[in-house]
């Protein structure tokens, strides 16, 4: 799954400090199960004026997962903290001035923000997914292809998408559900990729050309290259 990032602002951060503690009492931060005084214990904080913080980890709840936390201090971070995820690890890159007081607050809003991305990417449906196919071949294929089933595949580990044909499952289409966190387009381009196998069952120049028809198809797969050279990720079939 690609990367999701963002910076947030030091003097931000220490101003949510009291506010977070009050949201985690009221209980109206979903996804978090350590509170503030649980973080601030196992980080040792006694204030916004601790030391300088140095490189540690952990690892919290977030929904029906963990999340795994790799704090690292960056001298050439100044104000605002960055942070990438991937597989589960979260990468958390600080000013190395920044107070382990200020980190807690962090790592509750990011982990509440990742777990709201993920419930709403697990709201998609098997019916969803057929809507989906069904539009996209409206209005890039005039409705020239058919299949029997789309569904969405848990087990698959060497291909983003499949489809079955000239057998007794001939038309069976599966998707990853890995590309449930990818964008919109990506996930667009995997099902009009295997819609187009309903036509042409190999990657003949005739694929090629047909799949183009879908107007994101080179954008998309510089994506799924991109994402393949950075942590070997899963192709489309």
Not at 36 to 47: A, K, R
Not at 196 to 206: F, G, R
């Amino acid at each position: 799954m690609a990367p999701i990032g963002t910076m947030i602002s030091a003097r931000r951060a220490r101003k949510v400090v009291s506010t977070s503690r009050s949201a985690m009492r009221a209980g109206s931060m979903p996804g978090q199960t350590i509170s503030m005084p649980t973080l601030g214990s196992m980080y040792g904080v006694v204030s916004a004026m601790s030391k300088p913080t140095e490189a540690f980890s952990l690892e919290i709840a977030s929904g029906d997962q963990k999340l795994r936390f790799e704090v690292q201090p960056d001298s050439r971070l100044r104000k605002h903290a960055r942070w990438a995820l991937r597989n589960n690890v979260v990468t958390l890159r600080v000013p190395r001035d920044m107070p382990r007081a200020v980190i807690a607050p962090l790592i509750e809003r990011i982990a509440a923000r990742i777990q709201r991305s993920r419930a709403r990417a697990e709201k998609r449906t098997d019916r969803e997914l057929m809507e989906r196919a069904a539009q996209l071949n409206a209005q890039y294929f005039d409705n020239e292809l058919t299949w029997h089933s789309i569904r969405w595949a848990e087990n698959m580990r060497t291909r983003l998408g499949s489809c079955s044909t000239g057998s007794t499952t001939d038309g069976d289409i599966r998707i990853s559900t890995a590309l449930r966190r990818y964008p919109a387009y990506v996930l667009d381009y995997v099902i009009a990729h295997e819609l187009c196998h309903c036509k042409y069952p190999n990657h003949s120049a005739e694929f090629w050309a047909y799949l183009a028809r879908f107007p994101y198809t080179e954008r998309a797969r510089g994506f799924l290259e991109g994402l393949a050279f950075s942590e070997g990720a899963a192709d489309t079939d």
